[in-house]
Nanobody, 119 residues
Framework: QVQLVESGGGLVQAGGSLRLSCAAS????????MGWYRQAPGKQRELVAV???????NYADSVKGRFTISRDNAKNTAYLQMNSLKPEDTAVYYC?????????????WGQGTQVTVSS
């Protein structure tokens, strides 16, 4: 069974930094892509950043220049380095990955990690 486990959320002051990690485990053949989404209270879930196995990235306009997504393919792990955090970045952050297992491909989500940025 495939699992995505996130870590690294927390409370930080505006202007600070946090690093999120997302580790995939299970009988995995391939992961492509991996990404981060976020959902603030009362708002829809939105894409933050996504990265392919080849390292191509895409970011939401609101985080460009402040957030960096990366991945370690050998460890089946993705990271989100968040710098210059703003109160509007406060949300639950979810890891997402399209994973091909020994059986079939499917879309997987982590349980979410809370990021709170105080002003």
């Amino acid at each position: 069974q495939v699992q995505l486990v996130e870590s690294g959320g927390g409370l930080v002051q505006a202007g600070g930094s946090l690093r999120l990690s997302c580790a995939a485990s299970g009988r995995i053949r391939r992961i492509n892509p991996m990404g981060w989404y976020r959902q603030a209270p009362g708002k829809q879930r939105e894409l933050v950043a996504v990265i392919t196995s080849g390292g191509n990235t895409n970011y939401a306009d609101s985080v460009k220049g402040r957030f960096t997504i990366s991945r370690d393919n050998a460890k089946n792990t993705a990271y989100l380095q968040m710098n210059s955090l703003k109160p509007e970045d406060t949300a639950v952050y979810y890891c997402n990955a399209y994973i091909t297992t020994m059986i079939s491909p499917d879309d997987y989500w982590g349980q979410g990690t809370q990021v709170t940025v105080s002003s």
